[in-house]
């Protein structure tokens, strides 16, 4: 299991560390299944790059089915 920080999850969805966080805690499907490392405010972001994974290609395909339809 490969677990990543912030600027993984940014670099393989296309969201912003900013937008992440902020759509974190608004409850999006995927971000907000990541956790904090510490109690602190600040603490960094993690998430399993399984799940970042699976959600991506997710998306690419019904991107991709809705462009056929």
């Known amino acids: ?3 990543l920080n912030i600027h993984g999850i940014s670099e393989r969805t ?4 900013q ?3 902020v759509l974190r805690v608004e409850g999006h ?3 907000s299944q990541a ?3 510490g ?3 600040s603490s ?3 998430l399993e790059s399984e799940i970042v ?3 991506v290609a997710k998306q690419r395909a019904a991107t991709t089915h809705s462009r056929i339809s």
């Open 44 to 46: 960094p972001l993690k």
């Open 29 to 31: 499907e995927l971000y």
């Open 53 to 55: 994974d699976e959600w």
């Open 19 to 21: 937008r992440i966080r």
């Open 35 to 37: 956790w904090k490392t």
């Open 39 to 41: 109690t602190a405010q």
């Open 1 to 3: 299991m490969t677990v």
């Open 14 to 17: 296309g969201d912003s560390p």
